[in-house]
Every structure is written in structure tokens, then in C-alpha cells.
């Protein structure tokens, strides 16, 4: 047996195939070490380094190094002008950071349901929910399958809407022939620990736009004029200026060595990834009550995530109780997402309830994520899609 299944170093529970395994390679390893033993520890060259680097890979002209996506679509909408009593669009097919942020600066989710073949951001249902206060929408590339970006800057030019993508799944995602990162004015991603790129906690917003992206700068790092590479750099000392009240959001140099190496890698991670969904799909073209997302065909998708929908009904189970005999075999699984707006402090504070967006709350009761990471082997998808085949096959019995 490997040493990974054996020790099973970041799961409680041991599990034969986990949920997800990080891919830290020798390179990672070496340049974190070249860090540590050059003295410089906190945001300096491995940081600028790693944002030159990102911003080539996305084609976009900057790109500004944060500890989270959380931070990144947090100084995005505070480097857009959006505050109090404005309203945010989104969906609720996401994780809690999306909605999260929008309460940060003040202003009001606006949920707008999904379309059933991606469980993105519906366009035709966005122009309804946009009011006299709207100014931004943030779509979510939901398990890194772009979403409709021509409708969606369409309305966006028309009704004066900023655009800030959530492309916390979308690293390698291009939309047509344009690469996600360059397209909106501000793009947001991730490299937590179970995200396409990993720097262990981290994130990264790309923008074009020199203001903007001078303005997330100094927003992350405090709301001071220079960064401490240049207040204690090479040149000596220099004084500096808080120009307005920032944050603490700064990625820092030993995360920066494993973004730059991983960066490296990412392409021949989606190459891995891809070949397993379509080994899922293959597999569970067979099963009619496990219903795969659906890819267009004009986009290139990240395959962050492969979200099956359980036919519940005809099963005659929950999905909970699905996730049960899965795990039982010892696999690790994921949701891939309860709707935000049902969750109880948006209840709570806008009395939001089922039926405002009932494709994405369908879906939230039917979806199981299952494995899907680079160094997933051969035998343990196999495990995975006989569990799958088996606890199906012995519902269809009963
Ligand atoms: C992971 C995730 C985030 C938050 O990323 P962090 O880097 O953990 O802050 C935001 N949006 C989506 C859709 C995510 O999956």
C-alpha cells in the first residue's frame, strides 16, 4: 500500500481514497528552504515573483498577491466604489466567502438562480433582479466551467455593472479564446489547500486596470504607500503614509514558493484531471441516476470539481444517506454547495427561503463531489466509481 493511503496524513478518519491530496513537489520544497535561509520571510521577490508569473499565465497585465480569495474579492469590491445600502448579484451555487464579502463592505446579496447543465450564474434571470442600487455582479465559474461571459458584461455595459469573477475553480478556465484573468475587471482566485494551485492559504486578483490595481495594493497591505520590501530594502529606511484604513491581506514569501512552483505544474494537473472526469463520465454514462455536469463546447473547463446530481427520487434515498454508503467504503466526498441564501444568517437577516432560486436548491440537495485531484491513481477511481455502481445497482434492487 502507498505511504499516503497509510498514514493518511490530513484526514481524521483513515480513508482509502481521501477527498483530496496536495501535490507539493521537491521544487516547492527547495524554494521554500531558499527562503528560510535567506532571512526574508514576509511579502518580498518570491511574492513579486509569483505575481509576474500569474499574470503572465492569465494574460493579464497585473496581477496582486492576497492570503485569500476571501481577501481578493473583498478588495475588489472595495477597489470598485462598492459600499452601504449598494447590491451585489450573484448566485447561490457557491461557497460562503462569495456572499460573505458582500455583507464586508456593507452592501446586500442579490441571488439569482443557476442554469441546470452547469449550476452557473443564470443570464436571463440577472437583468430581473437588478435594481436602481445594483453595481456589481460576481459570477461564479462553478467547478471551473466558465461562466456565460458575453451575456453577462452585455448587461453588465448596459446597466453600468461591475464585473468581478469569482475564479476560485477557474485557474486554467479560458472563455472562448480569452483566458479567465483577463476578461472582467477583477478576477479572483484561490489557492487554498484543496484548490487547483495550492500555496497552502492564498489568493490572487488580476486586473488591467493600472488604478486598480495600485489601489489593491495598498489596500492589502494596510493602506500604506509601500510594502515592507521597500521600507526595508536594499535602499535603507524609508518613511511611508497610510492613505486610508486597509487591511492585513498580504501574501507572503514562503507562500509565494509554492504558488511559483505549483504555477509551473498546473497545466499537467488539469491534463490529469481532465483524463478522470472523462473516466467518470464513460463510467457513469451507463448509471441514468447519476447525472454528471454538462461542458460547452465553446469554453475550456479547469475541472476543479466532479459534482454528480443523485436522481433522489427515483433512488428512493437522501442524498445524505448517499453520501453515508459512499463513505462507508472509505471515500472521502464533498458538497458542492448547499445554496448560500438558505444558510441561517441569510435567512435570518433577509428572510430569503426555498423557492427563490429552486434549480440551485434542487441541486443542493442532490449533489455529491467526488474525488478528482492529480495524483488520484488509477485503482482508487476504480474504487470510487465500483462504489458508486454498487450502492446505485443495490437501490434499484429494493
Ligand atoms: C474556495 C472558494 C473561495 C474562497 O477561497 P479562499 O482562498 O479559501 O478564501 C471563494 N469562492 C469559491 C467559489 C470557492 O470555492
Redesign the pocket.
Known amino acids: 500500500m502507498r505511504e499516503s493511503a497509510t498514514t493518511s496524513s490530513f484526514h481524521e478518519i483513515e480513508q482509502r481514497v481521501p477527498f483530496h491530496r496536495p501535490w507539493i513537489g521537491q521544487e516547492e520544497e527547495r524554494e521554500v528552504l531558499d527562503s528560510l535561509r535567506s532571512g526574508w520571510l514576509t511579502t518580498g521577490p518570491k511574492t513579486r515573483a509569483f505575481e509576474r508569473a500569474f499574470a503572465e499565465y492569465t494574460h493579464a497585465k497585473h496581477a496582486v498577491a492576497v492570503n485569500?480569495?476571501?481577501?481578493a474579492?473583498h478588495l475588489s469590491l472595495l477597489a470598485s466604489g462598492i459600499g452601504t445600502d449598494d447590491e451585489v448579484i450573484t448566485t447561490p451555487t457557491?461557497?460562503a466567502?462569495?456572499a460573505n464579502v458582500i455583507e464586508h463592505v456593507g452592501a446586500r446579496p442579490v441571488f439569482v438562480d443557476v442554469v441546470p447543465d452547469t449550476l452557473n450564474i443564470d443570464p436571463d434571470r440577472i437583468e430581473d433582479a437588478i435594481s436602481p442600487h445594483t453595481k456589481a455582479i460576481i459570477p461564479?465559474h462553478f467547478a471551473g466551467h466558465p461562466c456565460d461571459l458575453d451575456a453577462i458584461h452585455a448587461i453588465a455595459r448596459k446597466q453600468e455593472l461591475v464585473v468581478i469573477e469569482?475564479a476560485?475553480?477557474a485557474i486554467e478556465s479560458w472563455y472562448r479564446d480569452q483566458k479567465i484573468g483577463s476578461i472582467s475587471p477583477c478576477s479572483c482566485f484561490?489557492?487554498?489547500a484543496t484548490?487547483n494551485l495550492t500555496t497552502g492559504?492564498?489568493?490572487m486578483i488580476t486586473t488591467d486596470d493600472d488604478d486598480v490595481a495600485e489601489r489593491l495594493r495598498i489596500l492589502s497591505l494596510h493602506g500604506i504607500s509601500v510594502d515592507a520590501s521597500q521600507r526595508y530594502g536594499p535602499k535603507g529606511y524609508k518613511h511611508w503614509d497610510i492613505l486610508e484604513a486597509g487591511y492585513k491581506y498580504n501574501m507572503f514569501d514562503l507562500q509565494a514558493c509554492l504558488g511559483i512552483h505549483q504555477l509551473a505544474r498546473v497545466e499537467t494537473f488539469r491534463e490529469r484531471r481532465r483524463e478522470m472526469v472523462e473516466r467518470y463520465d464513460q463510467a457513469f454514462s451507463e448509471l441514468p441516476e447519476v447525472v454528471p455536469l454538462q461542458r460547452r463546447p465553446d469554453v475550456t473547463c479547469g475541472y476543479h470539481l466532479y459534482v454528480v446530481r443523485f436522481a433522489v427520487e427515483r433512488l428512493g434515498v437522501s442524498r445524505d444517506q448517499l453520501i453515508e454508503a459512499i463513505q462507508n467504503h472509505n471515500i472521502g466526498i464533498g458538497v458542492h454547495f448547499r445554496p448560500v441564501h438558505l444558510h441561517p444568517y441569510y435567512r435570518n437577516k433577509y428572510g430569503f427561503a426555498e423557492g427563490l432560486c429552486p434549480v440551485a436548491e434542487a441541486a443542493g440537495e442532490r449533489v455529491i463531489s467526488l474525488p478528482l485531484f492529480p495524483t488520484l491513481e488509477i485503482d482508487e477511481q476504480q474504487h470510487v466509481i465500483r462504489t458508486v455502481r454498487n450502492v446505485v445497482q443495490a437501490l434499484r434492487r429494493t
Do not use: P
Not at 68 to 71: F, G, K, R
Open positions: 485569500s480569495c476571501t481577501a474579492l457557491t461557497f466567502a462569495t461564479v469569482d476560485a475553480h484561490s489557492f487554498y484548490k492559504e492564498g489568493g
